[in-house]
């Protein structure tokens, strides 16, 4: 039984090969807690690779669990997002081979904050516009969003669970 404070998220896996999902699924079990099996789809975006989501819900905090217990697996693509909740923004974790793990935290309304520390670093650049875009696009995860594009593209249509009530 949950203890802590409620929250929930869904876990993308945009590309995995078939031989790794069902390890995919025992991660998400053990870090969830209850039994999970995901609806695994063709990804048309990556050809012999597949692709599922899965709606969560669970404490504070799991996001990160789940995102951390999924990092580094070769040709594995995946985001997870948490919701924000009471006293904690949420967050959203994207991963892919070659740039491997970024995170960003996440306001109620799902927009990436951008810690200040980040843009006055960005600011500092003695007027190199393109030294100031690199280091925006690092603190916003451009990268990550650039390669992620087309298995979300890809992604429309499937099938996606609602949550509608947490705690």
């Not at 929250?7 to 025992?26: D, K, M, Q, Y």
């Not at 995901?38 to 969560?56: I, K």
């Not at 995102?67 to 974790?93: M, N, P």
Request: glycine share 10%.
């Amino acid at each position: 039984m949950m203890s802590g404070v409620i929250t929930r998220g869904v876990l993308f896996v945009h590309s995995s090969p078939r031989a790794v999902c069902p390890h995919i699924e025992w991660v998400a079990t053990n870090v969830l807690g209850t039994q999970v099996s995901m609806d695994w789809t063709e990804q048309p975006a990556a050809p012999g690779m597949l692709r599922a989501e899965h709606s969560w819900q669970a404490e504070q905090g799991t996001g990160a669990k789940l995102a951390s217990a999924l990092r580094g697996w070769d040709h594995l693509r995946f985001e997870v997002t948490e919701e924000a909740s009471r006293g904690v923004d949420g967050g959203r974790w994207s991963h892919t081979p070659t740039l491997g793990i970024f995170y960003a935290v996440m306001d109620v309304h799902g927009n990436t904050v951008v810690p200040e520390d980040r843009i006055r670093d960005a600011l500092d650049c003695g007027g190199d516009l393109v030294a100031m875009r690199r280091k925006l696009d690092l603190a916003l995860g451009q990268a990550w969003d650039d390669e992620l594009e087309p298995f979300r593209y890809a992604g429309a249509g499937a099938p996606v669970r609602w949550l509608h009530q947490v705690g």
